[in-house]
């Protein structure tokens, strides 16, 4: 981002600009959830028996408004150069920049989003599609460029605001997942792995009332298994693990059932 607040400075490009501004913001995203990340290893009290998990949640507000600050400013510097246009040099380097820009994003997009999916974190996530997104836009300094050098000038400033529109839809995209989250939502598909792997153990007869919600990357199960009422309680004991090593096996990221019995 630095490197490329050079080159925007020294070229004039506001396509360059806009992705510099971008990259800042990308950048900036790791402070918050470096904070999370740190708070969620606090030991859990009494005033906070669930733990710090939340705190990640939060964290993913942090990155969606700073992203969103990104393409305001980056929609207003590409609409600026359309009212008053410059001329722009260095499309040598201005190209170059944004190559280096798209290597150094996709290397952490891949590297967050990997992490980010063993992690079950949709704010790390998040951030990773955030990166690869900003990739994706340095390409676009590249095209911008090129336009410019075969004689058409409003090239640079129409990239500047094609950038910005991909900031936003990155916007939506991240604000639908971390919002989701925040409402204790989750994957209908979870719901459905849940039900798949209790009813899967011979004695429980059915599965109701399945509840789960994310606390940070890891989740909480809730529900009920009908199983035989006469059975002595030692079986049910039984039952009942095999029902816990089930999801277990199931749901990598769980971190805690509750099981009611019923008959």
Do not use: C
């Not at 590409?78 to 246009?85: E, G, V």
């Amino acid at each position: 981002a630095l490197g490329q607040l050079a080159v925007a400075l020294w070229s004039g490009s506001v396509a360059l600009l806009a992705d510099t501004i971008h990259n800042f913001g990308d950048a900036g995203t790791a402070i918050p959830l470096w904070v999370a990340f740190r708070l969620a290893r606090w030991p859990i009290t009494r005033r906070f028996n669930y733990g710090y998990g939340r705190v990640e949640d939060l964290a993913g507000v942090g990155v969606v408004l700073i992203i969103l600050f990104s393409a305001l400013v980056a929609g207003y510097e590409a609409i600026d150069r359309f009212i008053h246009p410059q001329p722009i040099a260095q499309l040598g380097w201005v190209a170059l920049a944004g190559m280096l820009g798209f290597a150094g994003n996709e290397i952490v997009a891949v590297f967050r989003i990997r992490v980010g999916r063993q992690m079950h974190s949709a704010a790390l996530i998040a951030d990773g599609y955030h990166a690869r997104t900003d990739g994706l836009t340095s390409l676009a300094v590249v095209v911008g460029a090129v336009g410019v050098w075969l004689g058409f000038p409003l090239a640079d400033p129409v990239v500047g605001l094609l950038i910005t529109i991909a900031i936003f839809g990155i916007v939506w995209q991240s604000a639908r997942a971390v919002f989701t989250r925040l409402l204790d939502g989750v994957e209908p598909h979870l719901i459905d792995d849940i039900h798949h792997a209790a009813e899967h153990v011979a004695a429980v007869k059915r599965v109701d009332n399945v509840r789960a919600r994310w606390l940070g990357h890891e989740l909480a199960v809730e529900l009920t298994i009908r199983i035989d009422g006469a059975l002595p309680v030692a079986e049910t004991d039984h039952i009942v693990a095999a029902v816990r090593h089930a999801l277990a096996d199931h749901l990598p990221a769980l971190h805690s059932t509750r099981i009611e019995i019923s008959s």
